[in-house]
C-alpha cells in the first residue's frame, strides 16, 4: 500500500487496526489470566476470564477517545511538556474511575443474565489496584498516540529520489493528495483541484477555488513534488495550474501578468516567463 493511498483511507485504516488490536489483546490476556487459573483449583469458569477481560478492554476502546481530546486540550511539546504532563499525570485518576465503574458495571449485568451476581470486591483496595493498571494503560496509550504520530511524519515527508547529478528521478511519485492541518483539523486535499498557490513565510498557501489551505512546505520542495507537466513556477512566491490559465498579458518590463479562469491574476517575473513558454508550447 502505498503512503498516499493510506493517508486516503487513514481514518478506516485506523479504526479497523484499532478494533484488531483490542480483539487480539482480549484473546492474549484471556489466555495469561486463564492458564494462571488453569494449574490449581479455580472455582471460576473459563467465560468468567473472558467477561472480565473483554469488558476491561471494551471499556478501553470507549474511553479512547477522550485521551484524544485531553491531548488535544493539553499536548505536549517543548514549551508545555512540563505542565501539560502533571496535567495528563491527573487525569489519570477520572479515566480509571470511569473505566472501573463502567467496567464493573458490564460485568454486573453480564453476570445478572447468566443467573449470578458480580462481586467485585473491596472498592478501596480493588480500585487501587486497578488504577494502578490504568495508569499504566493510560500511558502506553498516550505515548502511542505520539509513536504513530511521529511515524505518520516520517510516511508524508520521506525525501524525493534523486540521480547523481541531483535531478529528480523517474521513480517519483506524485501525490495525488497532500495531507493538510487546518483548525484543528485534517484535510486531504486533491492536487488537481489546486489552482494556484502562494508562499506565505514558512507555509504555502492552496488556493482551491475560494477556499484556501495552509501547507507547511516551501515552494521548491512542493513544486518538486507536483507534475511539471501540470504545474509551472511563475514568481518566487507563485506557482500555477497550466489549465487555470485563462489568459497572459506581457508588460512593459518585461514581466507578464496571468489571468486565472477563476479571476485570480498571477504575477510572472522575468526570471521565470521563459519556462511559462516552455511549458506552454506542445510537445
Not at 511539546?77 to 477520572?94: G, M, S, V, Y
Amino acid at each position: 500500500m502505498s503512503v498516499q493511498l493510506y493517508l486516503a483511507r487513514r481514518r478506516q485504516i485506523e479504526i479497523v487496526l484499532w478494533i484488531l488490536f483490542l480483539i487480539v489483546l482480549w484473546l492474549v490476556q484471556f489466555t495469561v489470566v486463564y492458564l494462571e487459573h488453569l494449574g490449581g483449583e479455580s472455582r471460576f469458569q473459563p467465560w468468567e476470564f473472558l467477561v472480565w477481560e473483554g469488558t476491561s478492554i471494551f471499556v478501553v476502546g470507549l474511553l479512547f477517545p477522550l485521551i484524544l481530546f485531553w491531548d488535544r486540550r493539553f499536548p505536549l511539546n517543548k514549551e508545555t511538556l512540563a505542565r501539560h504532563l502533571i496535567i495528563h499525570l491527573l487525569l489519570t485518576l477520572p479515566w480509571s474511575l470511569l473505566h472501573v465503574v463502567a467496567m464493573v458495571a458490564l460485568r454486573t449485568v453480564i453476570y445478572s443474565l447468566e443467573g449470578g451476581s458480580y462481586n467485585f470486591g473491596h472498592w478501596g483496595i480493588e480500585f487501587f489496584y486497578e488504577y494502578l493498571k490504568d495508569f499504566r494503560t493510560y500511558g502506553f496509550l498516550l505515548g502511542s498516540v505520539y509513536f504513530y504520530r511521529f511515524l505518520l511524519r516520517r510516511m508524508q515527508s520521506e525525501p524525493v529520489p534523486r540521480s547523481h547529478d541531483g535531478r529528480l528521478t523517474d521513480s517519483v511519485e506524485r501525490p495525488e493528495r497532500l495531507l493538510i492541518k487546518k483548525l484543528g483539523k485534517e484535510f486531504l486535499v486533491n492536487v488537481r483541484d489546486i489552482e494556484w498557490v502562494e508562499a506565505a513565510g514558512n507555509y504555502v498557501n492552496l488556493h482551491l477555488g475560494d477556499r484556501i489551505y495552509p501547507l507547511r512546505d516551501t515552494m521548491a520542495k512542493l513544486l518538486e513534488r507536483l507534475d511539471p507537466d501540470d504545474f509551472v513556477r511563475v514568481h518566487r512566491s507563485f506557482i500555477v495550474r497550466l489549465d487555470s490559465i485563462a489568459e497572459i498579458t506581457p508588460l512593459e518590463s518585461g514581466d507578464a501578468r496571468i489571468c486565472l479562469k477563476g479571476g485570480q491574476q498571477i504575477p510572472v517575473s522575468r526570471r521565470y516567463r521563459d519556462l511559462l513558454k516552455a511549458q506552454l508550447k506542445p510537445n
